[in-house]
């Protein structure tokens, strides 16, 4: 199981979970620290990689040896980064909001999202010229992209996707802030996908081939927009709102990936 420091600080407890239930099944499952200093290593010596590290290179070096990674590297790449997750919904037609790259900046106001941004970070509302350069002084080493802002902000949903099942729905509100995050302080409760969403999720899935994701839909023009994927999706909602065996369905996955291999 991969981790990059500060996630691995985080997570401890689900880190400890999933050791314990892969102990259970007959698996030994080790934690690696990494960060953007990874050098290729050695995989030979294992079956499958966790890969909660978001970076997709590792992934691919797993794969290349004909290990299984999850998720795998097209999913992490495709996640995160936002603007190739924006052109990935336009190619399957999904509703989205328009989203462009600098010096094609749509009208005030707009978001302002780090391309490899997650859990909120790096996510900025800008009315105005003086917002604007703002941000950009903060983001001046780091890729960004540039969203229409939609007309419901402080609501979006997440699906949590194992598979390709749909586990849970959460709606996400928030009276205070743009964004719905729950770990920004937004409000949570379970939602039933509609038809249109769980048309999303499917034509994603297809693609992607993920093993667990989030897919974050936001409102727009009274309809559901994919807003988001996320690859490294907590799971703290899903254990807040339900009863959903969230450890013993990731191992069933991964027990899944390793029988088709066989």
């Known amino acids: 199981m991969l981790y990059t420091f500060s996630d691995a600080e985080k997570n401890r407890w689900f880190i400890r979970q999933m050791q314990q239930e892969g102990a259970r099944r007959g698996h030994l499952l080790s934690l690696y620290l990494v960060d953007q200093t990874w050098g290729?290593?050695?995989?030979?010596?294992?079956?499958?990689?966790?890969?909660?590290?978001?970076?997709?290179?590792?992934?691919?070096?797993?794969?290349?040896?004909g290990k299984i990674s999850i998720n795998n590297a097209k999913t992490i790449r495709m996640a995160n980064d936002k603007w190739l997750t924006y052109q990935l919904l336009k190619k399957l037609e999904l509703p989205c909001m328009d989203t462009f790259l600098p010096g094609e900046e749509p009208a005030y106001p707009f978001v302002v999202k780090s391309r490899a941004g997650h859990g909120g970070s790096e996510v900025f509302l800008v009315k105005n010229d003086e917002e604007y350069a703002a941000v950009q002084e903060k983001l001046a080493d780091t890729p960004y992209i540039l969203q229409a802002f939609c007309d419901e902000p402080g609501v979006d949903v997440r699906a949590y996707v194992m598979g390709d099942q749909v586990m849970a729905a959460v709606k996400r509100t928030s009276q205070t802030d743009f964004r719905s995050n729950f770990s920004l302080g937004g409000q949570v409760g379970q939602f039933a996908l509609t038809r249109e969403q769980q048309r999303a999720v499917r034509k994603l899935q297809k693609v992607l081939n993920s093993d667990y994701i989030g897919i974050d839909f936001i409102r727009h023009r009274e309809q559901w927009v994919v807003n988001e994927i996320e690859d490294a999706a907590g799971a703290r909602m899903l254990y807040s709102l339900t009863d959903v065996d969230f450890i013993g369905r990731y191992w069933d996955q991964i027990e899944i990936r390793l029988e088709e291999r066989e």
């Open 40 to 65: 290729e290593r050695d995989f030979s010596a294992c079956d499958f990689c966790i890969n909660r590290s978001r970076m997709a290179r590792i992934s691919r070096e797993a794969e290349a040896l």
